[in-house]
């Protein structure tokens, strides 16, 4: 490659020099390496089937190539294509249509068996996972004002998140309109939501006899009351009085669709909240947004859709909520969580609930109620962690 730099470097015009950097797939630019002692960056270079094999030698190269070839054919044409051997196609597009493969990239697989001998298969090192992010990140880039890109870059992420949300959500509802299953003047404001979805669904109670809720071998008081006071904080315009009675459907499980922090791609978890689930007492922990600082998590004693006399709907779950607390054991690891979990009983909107989370019980007497986080069930809660 130095070689080929430096002669195209001597050459006496720039249309000879273009020629013999286009022949060799390289451009007149000189390799930061090749003024260190003792470097090999051609040792460093991985074999990637992408830009090698994929985007390379077949679409930069044959490709273009069978489109001139193929520009008029006809279905005899690629019946004739069908029967061909490809070893014998390949070894006749050099004599018959001057192909030359002496490049870069066609010399790389003569290296392939001693790269995949000295580091592994050629999937350790392959440029496509995250092909697509590059493309989003590299026009997300373009739009900024090249200072401090990191902020801005960050808050288009974030718009262009938002509206492809708003237009998913339209396209559903059109296509609902379209097959007929929306009426036109709705009977309730439904819960409709990208993010979660409740399963398993119980009998519908008044929320008077739903007033002492036994769970986990707890009850809450005074539930009634505890559920008018949250409509009145958080639905001011639907807030309901002692007359009117709330309908509760409980669910014993949540699937809660949230965007991965490895490699933004969308995961489903699946929180239960069930007294007998395969025999056992079952009720999982979530994350959720607050405005406490560091990360905040809640144990589901309850799962329940309400429906308001004024046909408004809303998902709340009954919950624990855990609390930082300072204390650490005397073999403290790195990133070392500790919370404490609440004896009181608090509702919390799903809106609010990003994913399920894992918290252990911390082997301490005397310190009250306290857990670990663990944060190394998948590599989204560990990037989440590690922020705090």
């Known amino acids: 490659m130095e070689g080929v730099v430096s002669k195209a470097a001597r050459a006496e015009t720039k249309a000879e020099k273009e020629e013999i950097l286009k022949k060799n797939g390289l451009h007149g630019i000189k390799h930061f390496l090749w003024d260190f002692r003792f470097s090999d960056p051609y040792a460093a270079y991985s074999y990637d089937t992408l830009h090698s094999d994929d985007l390379g030698k077949w679409g930069h190269h044959l490709w273009t190539l069978l489109l001139q070839v193929l520009e008029e054919n006809d279905g005899q044409t690629f019946y004739d294509i069908l029967k061909v051997r490809a070893q014998y196609f390949v070894a006749r597009v050099s004599k018959e249509y001057g192909k030359n493969f002496d490049f870069f990239k066609q010399h790389t697989t003569s290296h392939l068996v001693q790269d995949i001998r000295s580091k592994g298969t050629t999937n350790h090192g392959s440029t496509r996972p995250g092909e697509g992010f590059q493309q989003e990140a590299a026009e997300a880039y373009n739009q900024t004002n090249f200072k401090n890109v990191a902020s801005q870059m960050n808050r288009i992420d974030e718009t262009q998140e938002a509206i492809a949300r708003i237009r998913m959500a339209i396209d559903q509802h059109d296509q609902q309109c379209e097959e007929g299953d929306v009426d036109s003047t709705p009977k309730f404001s439904r819960v409709t939501s990208a993010s979660w979805r409740f399963g398993a669904a119980g009998r519908i109670v008044n929320s008077n006899a739903f007033g002492v809720l036994k769970s986990a071998g707890c009850t809450v008081q ?127 909107l799903m809106d609010y609930v990003i994913r399920g989370a894992l918290l252990t019980r911390a082997p301490v007497v005397g310190k009250g109620n306290l857990h670990f986080l663990v944060d190394t069930v998948d590599p989204d809660m560990f990037l989440r962690a590690d922020q705090y």
């Open 222 to 348: 005074n539930f009634d009351l505890m559920l008018r006071n949250f409509i009145a904080e958080h639905f001011p315009d639907d807030r309901v009085s002692y007359e009117q009675r709330i309908q509760i459907q409980p669910c014993k499980c949540a699937h809660l669709t949230y965007q991965s922090f490895e490699d933004w791609r969308g995961l489903e978890d699946i929180v239960r909240c069930n007294p007998s689930f395969h025999g056992s007492e079952r009720y999982d922990s979530v994350l959720f947004n607050s405005d406490s600082p560091g990360m905040s998590f809640a144990r589901i004693s309850a799962l329940l859709r309400c429906t308001l006399e004024s046909k408004r709907q809303f998902d709340v779950a009954l919950v624990h909520e855990f609390r930082q607390n300072k204390w650490k054991p005397r073999t403290a690891w790195a990133g070392c969580q500790v919370h404490e979990e609440a004896k009181e009983y608090s509702l919390l």
